[in-house]
């Protein structure tokens, strides 16, 4: 079972089916979506399916909303995965443009990587981000992780190829 997480400004909790609507927020927003390896949505029922999809009892996938705690308003989701073939764990956030540049992204991602850590035997964490969304590897500096080199990957709906600044951290 995994646990919900308090951070100082926060409230973490797993996403649930539920929540479509309020995720729907951003899995809509183009803004969100630009640098992102998945499509768009622009159904809400498309997002409820997905979250209908998510396993809540994989010790190896851990999917959060992110909640304020003074307005109970969900403005985002982080995600922590381990990736089995490669031997290492990668995480990922969203969240509404109106919450960027506000350190929601590191304290809530920091929180999860540490209640991961707590759990589980994390030895490397290893992302990447877009290198034209240079806050994401802000984010990533923030929690540590140091810059190695360069990838690419793809978006699922358009093909479009983004170059990949990568990022890692050994414990």
Not at 53 to 74: N, Q, W
Not at 130 to 140: E, Q
Request: charged fraction near 25%; proline fraction near 4%; charge should be negative.
């Amino acid at each position: 079972m995994q646990k919900e997480i308090y951070t100082e400004r926060l409230f973490l909790r797993p996403l649930r089916a539920e929540d479509y609507i309020q995720a729907f927020r951003w899995c809509s927003d183009p803004e969100v979506n630009k640098f992102m390896s998945y499509g768009i949505y622009t159904d809400p029922q498309d997002v409820k399916e997905w979250l209908e999809t998510l396993p809540f009892d994989d010790e190896y996938s851990y999917t959060y909303a992110i909640i304020l705690k003074d307005s109970g308003e969900m403005i985002g989701s982080t995600g922590m995965y381990y990736h089995e073939d490669r031997d290492f764990w990668n995480f990922g956030y969203n969240l509404i443009p109106s919450m960027w540049n506000k350190g929601y992204a590191t304290e809530a991602t920091g929180a999860l990587v540490e209640y991961v850590r707590s759990i589980m035997d994390v030895k490397v964490i290893e992302c990447e981000h877009a290198v034209d969304n240079p806050a994401s590897g802000k984010v990533m500096e923030k929690l540590g992780l140091q810059h190695i080199g360069y990838g690419e990957y793809t978006k699922s709906d358009t093909g479009e190829v983004f170059i990949s600044k990568v990022y890692r951290k050994e414990y």
